[in-house]
């Protein structure tokens, strides 16, 4: 539906303007992102070059170089300023950079400005939810791993945010909520894209707010905006704000209101990496739970 496609140039402006408040309010992301770098001992791998694809303000970057020092990485993302605060994130990791070759791109995961095949690994932490076409990521993903190569990311299942998402269907028929991706659509994305051996299990997890606004805010401060091309333009009257506020109060549990987030982890390798397929010729997905 083109009235939910993304709007590039939207979500680039929202995450340059949330640079500066990120962190503060990337609770979620960096518990995530802890989850990821928990499996990675699980997977015994010595990548040379590594990408961090959307990098944001560097909190992944920081964790993939903690585990495998001896990398070159290269940290991408698509807004300019986050690339900034990643480059400068702590005076110590700066100093640690001007010993190293690492680069810091600007670029989108749609169209990534790498050469085939040169990187061994390729971590995407909740940054795959911001493109829109799937299957052209991930034939992306494809091209510039090496053989034998690991992909391994995150993003949002179609359950995140689902209160907001209701809410604001009975305020009006405009896309306010992103939509995402199912776990399973995700893995047969990667199968047809030439990965081999994907493995996908997904987290709930809630947030909790004292009210909406608490949880408007959070969502600004990330960078998390409503990027749809579809849109409503300009602002909510005053009426319709307590309006939805009145429609979010009824899911009030415990004094709180709940934000759910359904996060789906995956892995999978460059194609070079065969298995044995079904009696009927197709591949199969593992899906498993959460180590």
Known sequence: MSDTLLDKRQVRRAFDRAATTYDAAAVLQREVCDRM????????????RILDAGCG?????????AHYPAARLVALDIAPAMLNAARGSSSVWQRWLTRRRDSFVCGDLEALPLAAG???M???????????????????????????GLLMFSTFGPDTLKELRQAFAELDGYPHVSRFADMHDIGDALVRAGFSAPVMDADRLTLTYDD?????????????????????QGLMGKGEWR?????????????????????????????????????????????????
Not at 37 to 48: D, S, W, Y
């Open 57 to 65: 303000t560097g909190y992944g970057t920081r964790q993939l170089l």
């Open 118 to 120: 040169s990187v061994d």
């Open 37 to 48: 770098a928990e499996r990675l001992q699980f997977l015994k791998v010595a990548p040379r």
């Open 243 to 291: 309006r939805l506020q009145a429609i979010y109060e009824n899911l009030r549990r415990d004094g709180k209101l709940p934000a759910t987030y359904e996060v789906v982890y995956g892995h999978a390798w460059r194609g070079e990496r065969p298995e044995t397929p079904e009696p009927d010729g197709s591949h199969p997905i593992r899906f498993a739970p959460r180590p």
């Open 212 to 232: 909406l606004p608490s949880l408007m805010r959070d969502l600004k401060a990330i960078g998390a905006h409503n990027a749809a091309a579809g849109r409503r």
């Open 122 to 148: 390729l971590w995407s932490n909740l940054a795959v939810q911001w493109c829109n076409d799937l299957d052209g990521t991930f034939a992306g993903f494809q091209r510039v791993l090496a053989p034998e």
